[in-house]
């Protein structure tokens, strides 16, 4: 049994910043990957971060370069996202993903098995 619960969402005007974090329990967390995905109405789950069980590995999508920032403090079991210089175009649910650690993180949501309730972000104008 893995739980992952997220936190951290809310209203926040754009520009503003948010860090969502995402603790897990059940699971090596260490010996998991880790990532964040969002989803909006009408559109398909959309990749935002991954980490690699160790750290070591991030990836971000082209939208969260320069702007989002994925963490993990395994020691706490928790992953964090830090966003930055939110638009509206952030506004989402965002999920928090684990998955069983890969020879290289996975950027496709088909790939993690474990997924948290998510997480409301709301960006206003």
């Known amino acids: 049994q893995v739980q992952l619960v997220e936190s951290g969402g809310g209203l926040v005007q754009a520009g503003d910043s948010l860090r969502l974090s995402c603790a897990a329990s059940g699971v090596t967390f260490s010996s998991y990957d880790m990532a964040w995905f969002r989803q909006v109405p009408g559109k398909e789950r959309e990749f935002v971060a991954t980490?690699?069980?160790?750290?070591?590995?991030?990836y971000y999508a082209d939208s969260a370069k320069g702007r989002f920032t994925i963490s993990r403090e395994n020691a706490k079991n928790t992953v964090y996202l830090e966003m930055n210089s939110l638009p509206p175009e952030d506004t989402a649910v965002y999920y928090c993903?684990?998955?069983?650690?890969?020879?290289?993180?996975?950027?496709?949501?088909?790939?993690?098995?474990?997924w948290g309730q998510g997480t409301q972000v709301t960006v206003s104008s």
């Open positions: 980490i690699s069980w160790s750290g070591g590995i991030k």
């Open positions: 993903a684990a998955d069983a650690a890969r020879l290289r993180v996975s950027q496709r949501a088909q790939e993690y098995d474990y």
